[in-house]
């Protein structure tokens, strides 16, 4: 039977981490027997729970991860849960059970998985939450993610940007005073990072608000009320057509919308050319932000529909939770660059940042074609290969 990492060991790592950011990082080799047990490569299994396979995102995070683990040989169960809260849950359950190793888990509700980790604290299981954090836990291990307020200010500048508010280099353009009319959108209120993505935004577009050169006709400016719920495309576009009857039936313009995911950002577009808006930004659609590079929005970009969206590298975010996976089997400590930030209720979990990148339609060679994370074809079609 193979021996799993102690949890008085796991603490103790874990002590270290906040104690000593980096310590022996993940490319340590000191002996201490991990979750591993010593066991050969091809012995270890790693769960990895992604939250849906309707996202070009998380489809792109979970084949990055597995083909990642596999390639060192490592056994893996990937499973996408549809962005239902039971099934993840039982896909969890299912993954403890059956001799699991590791946990890698990107949660679609941050706060449904308590009975879940217990279940792997007991089993001497460490867990790693993937991008969204996991709360109101003890036992979440570590945590790989963005940067996800800066994410937001990304986002909020990008929209000031678009408007030609600000340059390129972040700076005020001379006479453009404004007002101009803008409306707020915000991530899945059961994600953790949407509202730090919406915090760092509106740490942007705040001090434009309250002098006067934009402004939020709709009223509508706290989280609660312009979140959306599971990121739904179509919840997006709904709430949109709703705000261009309540608010813009005065013929009122609309100058900008700030979204924070591309799949919302389309359902915002689709909402805004249904009523004759454009059909692009050059023919008076309002500028509209977004993230995660998917390819059909990245297209969008090309042709001047959508103006912007925020690209976090998934393979890097991939390579970074196999580098802590790693750690954990060799009983080393991970490398945190973050064990400030993310109090997830019960404790500051140990975390590693990335960083992303801001693409506009210049952009798009150099990030995202160069880099080999799309190809031109499958920008030119929208489409992925």
């Known amino acids: 039977m193979r021996r799993k990492i102690t949890m008085a060991a796991a603490a103790g790592t874990l ?14 080799t000191e002996s201490t027997e991990g979750a591993g047990g010593g066991a050969e490569k091809s012995d270890i299994t790693i769960g990895v729970a992604m939250p849906t396979e309707t996202s070009e995102r998380w489809i ?5 991860v597995k083909d990642g683990l596999e390639k060192l040989g490592y056994k893996v169960e990937l499973q996408y849960a549809g962005d239902d809260i039971p099934t993840q849950t039982q896909q969890i359950d299912q993954m403890i059970t059956s001799g699991a190793d590791v946990l890698i888990v990107a949660s679609i509700d941050g706060t449904a998985l308590t009975s879940q980790l217990e279940a792997a604290a007991a089993a001497n299981i460490p867990v790693i939450a993937y991008d969204r954090l996991i709360r109101d836990s003890e036992n979440v291990d570590f945590y790989v993610t963005f940067d996800n307020f800066a994410v937001g200010v990304a986002q909020g500048t990008a929209l000031l940007r678009g408007m030609g508010i600000v340059d390129e280099a972040g700076a005020e353009v001379a006479d453009v005073t404004g007002p101009f009319n803008i409306e707020l959108f915000a991530g899945s209120p059961d994600d953790n990072n949407a509202g730090f993505f919406f915090e ?4 942007v577009l705040d001090p434009y608000i309250t002098d006067g050169t934009l402004v939020v006709k709709s009223g509508q400016t706290d989280f609660d009320t312009v979140a959306t719920l599971r990121w739904s495309q179509e919840a997006a576009q709904k709430r ?3 705000l261009l009857t309540s608010t813009y039936s005065d013929g009122s313009t609309l100058a900008g919308v700030l979204s924070p995911f591309d799949g919302i950002s389309r359902g915002i577009i689709t909402a805004l050319q249904g009523v004759g808006q454009g059909p692009t930004i050059e023919a008076g659609l309002p500028i509209v932000t977004g993230q995660d590079a998917e ?3 990245v297209k969008l970009i090309a042709d001047g529909v959508q103006s912007s969206t925020i690209f976090k590298d998934t393979r890097k975010l991939a390579e970074q939770s196999i580098k802590v996976t790693e750690a954990f089997i060799n009983g080393d400590e991970p490398e945190a660059n973050d064990t400030e930030t993310y109090d997830n209720g019960k404790k500051v979990v ?6 992303v990148d801001t693409v506009f339609t210049d952009d798009i060679t150099p990030l995202l ?3 080999g994370y799309w190809t031109a074809d499958e920008v030119a079609s929208g489409v992925s290969d």
């Open 15 to 28: 002590a270290l981490s906040l104690a000593a950011c980096g310590g022996g990082g993940a490319g340590s």
């Open 60 to 64: 792109a995070d979970g084949n990055a």
């Open 200 to 203: 760092g935004a509106m740490s």
């Open 240 to 242: 949109m057509e709703d």
């Open 295 to 297: 390819v059909a929005s």
């Open 350 to 355: 140990p975390s590693f940042l990335l960083d």
């Open 369 to 371: 074609v160069d880099s």
